[in-house]
């Protein structure tokens, strides 16, 4: 069976788009992996399903390159607008919006949440600073934007090793659906980071973690909104005040369309 895709890129965070709207396709988390490997399938660090949805103009599901599936992604969400011309998105976070702003697309991320349990986190603790140290990385900042990050502010992200840090911190039990990692620092020009997604490692960019990192710096007064977040894919705009969902703004690219013949892909280990 062939499955047609589009491969789709929001600054380098790349991704396999497939319109379940025109092809009957049922996704599993096994299918998922085979087709984000990078020797053995298409290569992506998340896999995207769109679908049609009574609730907005199109849904989308999202598979991370290890087959979870999870509520939200941001750079995703606009590669899905540029590609399908959708003012709006359901996703299992919520209702995203989405509009063309010159050669970027802007979207909408849902308000965040610090409450623990909304993280979510094991136990009660103050999640603007968490309690728990992991080698250099302390006094992390922890925020759902529809799925869950930690961020910690550090001198300089270049330095941390993330490889090693990231896994630790993703993986702790103290955070039970594990957690997208980030670490960032702010300058003259707006916030740099880098991240270690959850599910999906290193990334050259995470939208979602742009909004988490930008929240954090805004709420502890190290930025003010609007706010450039800086990753080694490229930049996006946050625009975010406390109570209201988060705008972001950056770029979308569409780099090829091809045919899957799916008996071809190879089964992953899991
Ligand atoms: N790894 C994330 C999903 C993808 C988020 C990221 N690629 C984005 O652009 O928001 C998670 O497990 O919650």
Not at 25 to 41: C, F, K, Q, S
Request: proline letters at 5%; hydrophobic letters at 40%.
């Amino acid at each position: 069976m062939a499955l047609h895709f589009h491969k789709m890129h929001g600054l380098g965070n790349d991704f396999v788009i497939v319109d379940g709207r025109e092809q009957g396709v049922t996704i599993t988390p096994e299918l998922a992996r085979d087709i984000a490997d990078r020797h053995r399938g298409v290569g992506c660090d998340q896999l995207i399903l769109i679908e049609k949805s009574n609730k907005a103009d199109v849904s989308m599901r999202i598979w991370n390159h290890d087959g979870s599936e999870v509520e939200s992604c941001g750079n995703a969400a606009r590669c899905v607008v540029a590609l399908t011309g959708a003012g709006t998105i359901a996703t299992p976070a919520g209702v995203i919006e989405g509009s063309a702003r010159g050669s970027d697309i802007e979207v909408s991320i849902v308000e965040p949440s610090f409450d623990w349990q909304r993280i979510p986190i094991s136990y009660a603790m103050d999640t603007s600073a968490l309690p728990m140290q992991w080698g250099p990385l302390k006094n992390g900042f922890a925020v759902n934007v529809g799925n869950p990050h930690v961020v910690f502010f550090v001198d300089d992200p270049d330095t941390v090793n993330l490889d090693q840090r990231g896994p630790e911190i993703e993986n702790d039990p103290v955070f039970p659906e594990r957690i997208n990692v980030h670490v960032a620092t702010v300058r003259d020009d707006g916030i740099h980071m880098r991240s270690w997604e959850r599910g999906a490692g290193l990334t050259l960019a995470c939208g979602t973690g742009a909004c988490a990192t930008a929240v954090a710096a805004i709420a502890t007064k190290r930025a003010t909104s609007p706010v450039e977040v800086h990753m080694p894919g490229g930049s996006v705009t946050i625009t975010w005040e406390k109570g209201e969902k988060l705008l972001m703004r950056g770029g979308a690219t569409h780099v090829f369309e091809g045919d899957l013949e799916l008996e071809h892909l190879a089964r992953c280990a899991s």
